[in-house]
C-alpha cells in the first residue's frame, strides 16, 4: 500500500544554524572559544518544561500518539519521553515494532508522519525524544554514543510493558539516522534499520555542517580550530568523539541497513552515504533519490521515502516481500 508522506514542519538543521550562529561568531574574537559548547549543547539544557514535572499533555498525544509514558536512562541520569503510535485497526497483532528517531533540534512530533505510516503499514511505532530534546531531560549531545545506549534501555522498558511485538528495527532522519545505526551496532535486538541522510562521522560532519549552515564566520574557522573544538566538546559531554562514527557502528551489526540519501543534499552531502554502504556492502542498500535535499527528503511530500522504509520493514521484520513504488 501506499504509505502516507511526511508532514514536515521545520528544519530541525535550520533550528541549529539559528541556534548555533552567534555562538559560532564568537569563535575568532581571541576569547575562550564557545564553539564547543555549541557543538554538543542540548536544546533542552536550560528547559524548566523539560522532564516527567511538565503536566501538559505531550504533542504527541494531541497529534495522534495511543499512550505516552518516561524513561529513565544513563548514566548520565536523563528522562527520556516516549510515544507509541499502534497499528490501524485491521492490524492484530502488529507486523513488528518499529523506533523513530528524529534529527537534531527537532523532537518525535516531527516524525509523526512517519509512525502514521508505519503505522497503516501494520506496525507498532515508537517515537522517542532523544536526550535533550523535545520533553526529554539530557545537557549534552553525543552524536550517537550516548544515544544508542539509551534507546536500547527504552528497548528494555518497552519489552517490560510488553509493548515489543514481533521483530524489532528503527527508523531515523538525518542526526537519528546515524544514531539508528549506532543503535544497532550495540543492541542485537535490532533487526533491520532505515537511515535517511545520516551522517558517517562526527568529525567530518560537524566543520562541514558549520562552514554550509554558517557561510562567513563558519567558513573561517579553520579545520584544525573545528577538530579542538570538537575534542574539547567531547570531554565536556563526557564521550570520545572518535566514537561517533556510524562508519564503525554499520560494521559492528548484522541488521539489514538501507541507507536512503538525496543527491542534491548540502547539509549531510550523499558522499556519507555512499561510504557508509561502502563499509557494509554485504548487509546495506544504498538508494540515492536524485533531486531530492536534506530537507525535502525528510518533508518526503510525495511518500516515496515512507514507502521503500515500509517494503524495507516488510521484508525484514514481517517476512513478507513488497515492491517499494
Not at 508522519?113 to 506496525?123: C, I, V, Y
Not at 518526503?300 to 515500509?310: I, S
Amino acid at each position: 500500500m501506499a504509505a502516507p508522506a511526511v508532514h514536515c514542519r521545520f528544519s530541525s538543521s535550520a533550528a541549529l544554524a539559528c541556534a548555533t550562529l552567534a555562538l559560532l561568531s564568537l569563535a575568532l574574537s581571541g576569547c575562550e572559544s564557545p564553539l564547543p559548547r555549541a557543538i554538543v549543547g542540548a536544546p533542552n539544557r536550560s528547559n524548566p518544561l523539560a522532564g516527567e514535572s511538565n503536566p501538559l499533555p505531550s504533542l504527541e498525544t494531541l497529534s495522534g500518539a495511543d499512550q505516552n509514558f518516561y524513561v529513565k536512562a544513563g548514566p548520565p541520569e536523563a528522562s527520556l519521553s516516549v510515544s507509541v503510535v499502534e497499528p490501524t485497526v485491521q492490524w492484530k497483532p502488529p507486523r513488528g515494532t518499529v523506533l523513530v528517531i528524529h534529527g537534531i533540534f527537532a523532537r518525535g512530533v516531527t516524525m509523526m508522519g512517519t509512525a502514521k505510516a508505519l503505522s497503516q503499514a501494520g506496525f507498532r511505532a515508537v517515537l522517542v525524544d532523544l536526550r535533550g530534546h523535545g520533553r526529554s531531560t539530557g545537557e549534552y549531545l553525543t552524536y550517537g554514543v550516548q544515544e544508542a545506549k539509551d534507546l536500547s534501555q527504552v528497548i528494555d522498558a518497552l519489552q517490560e510493558r510488553n509493548l515489543v511485538a514481533g521483530k524489532l528495527g528503527v527508523y531515523g532522519i538525518s542526526y537519528g539516522a546515524t544514531t539508528s545505526i549506532h543503535l544497532a551496532g550495540v543492541d542485537p535486538r535490532i533487526q533491520a534499520v532505515v537511515a535517511v541522510a545520516p551522517f558517517s562521522t562526527m568529525r567530518d560532519e560537524v566543520p562541514h555542517f558549520g562552514r554550509t549552515m554558517v557561510p562567513g564566520v563558519g567558513t573561517a574557522i579553520s579545520d584544525e580550530t573545528y577538530q579542538e573544538a570538537i575534542s574539547e566538546a567531547g570531554q565536556k559531554a563526557g564521550f570520545d568523539p572518535d566514537e561517533a562514527s556510524a562508519l564503525a557502528a554499520i560494521q559492528r551489526t548484522k541488521a539489514p541497513v538501507l541507507l536512503m540519501h538525496g543527491t542534491d543534499d548540502k547539509i549531510v552531502p550523499a558522499w556519507h552515504g555512499v561510504r557508509l554502504h561502502e563499509a557494509a556492502r554485504d548487509h546495506s542498500r544504498l538508494v540515492l533519490i536524485p533531486g531530492m535535499g536534506h530537507t525535502t527528503i525528510w518533508c518526503d511530500k510525495k511518500g516515496e521515502v515512507a514507502n521503500r522504509a515500509c517494503a524495507w520493514f516488510d521484508r525484514y521484520l514481517a517476512g513478507r516481500e513488497t515492491v517499494a513504488r
